[in-house]
C-alpha cells in the first residue's frame, strides 16, 4: 500500500492538470480539434498607432478657427498638403474628433483672432490705387481718386478729378509721391486708363 503522500498526488496532479486544460480551453478555445486539420492558434491582436504629436492637435485647432466653415475633409487636406512632405498626415476622422473635443478652444481663438488689434506694416511697399464716381444734384459724374497704403492703411490720396485721361491720373499719382514717397508697388484693377 502507498503512502498517503503519494496517494495524495496520485489523485490531486491529474485534477489539477484537468483544470489547467479547462481553464486554457476558456481562454482561447479548443486548441485541437476532434477532427481534421489543426487550426492555427488566433490569440488577439490589438494594433495601435502612437499618438500624434501636439502640435498637430495645435495646427488642426487654428486652421478650424481660422476657417470656420472648413469641413474636415478640407481641414485633412490642407494639412496633409503642408506636412506630409515632413512624413505627418491626418485623416477625416482624426481632424473630427479633435473638433469634436476642443471645440471650446476653438471658438476662444476664433474671438481672440476676431477682437484682435491689427497692427501697421512697412510704409510705401504697396499701395492700392482706384477710381470711383460720384453724381452731384445735376446728374453730372464727377471721378474721384483714391491712393491707399496697404501696410499703415492710410488714406494718401483722395481727389476729384476733372477727367480719367492717364495724364491727370499720372499726375496725381506724381503728388503723391512727392508727399509721400515712392511705393514699391503699385496695385490697380483693369481699367483702360491704368493699363494704358
Not at 73 to 93: C, D, S
Not at 162 to 185: C, D, H, M, V, Y
Request: glycine share 8%; proline share 6%; with cysteine.
Amino acid at each position: 500500500m502507498p503512502s498517503l503522500p503519494v496517494l495524495v498526488l496520485m489523485v490531486i496532479l491529474p485534477l489539477l492538470l484537468i483544470g489547467i486544460m479547462l481553464l486554457v480551453r476558456q481562454i482561447y478555445g479548443n486548441p485541437i480539434p476532434r477532427y481534421g486539420r489543426r487550426k492555427p492558434l488566433m490569440l488577439p491582436v490589438h494594433l495601435s498607432m502612437p499618438a500624434k504629436p501636439e502640435w498637430v492637435r495645435q495646427e488642426i485647432i487654428k486652421l478650424k478657427a481660422q476657417g470656420p466653415d472648413l469641413g474636415c475633409r478640407h481641414i485633412a487636406m490642407i494639412f496633409n498638403r503642408r506636412y506630409a512632405a515632413k512624413g505627418m498626415t491626418v485623416g477625416k476622422t482624426y481632424v473630427s474628433n479633435v473638433i469634436r473635443k476642443y471645440y471650446y478652444d476653438i471658438h476662444v481663438i476664433r474671438q481672440k483672432l476676431k477682437c484682435r488689434k491689427l497692427t501697421a506694416g512697412p510704409r510705401n511697399r504697396i499701395w492700392g490705387l482706384d477710381l470711383t464716381g460720384k453724381t452731384d444734384d445735376q446728374g453730372q459724374l464727377h471721378s474721384i481718386l483714391g491712393i491707399l497704403d496697404h501696410g499703415t492703411r492710410a488714406n494718401l490720396t483722395l481727389a476729384v478729378l476733372k477727367n480719367k485721361s492717364t495724364a491727370t491720373l499720372l499726375r496725381a499719382l506724381a503728388n503723391g509721391i512727392e508727399r509721400f514717397g515712392r511705393p514699391q508697388t503699385l496695385r490697380t484693377n483693369n481699367e483702360v486708363m491704368f493699363r494704358s
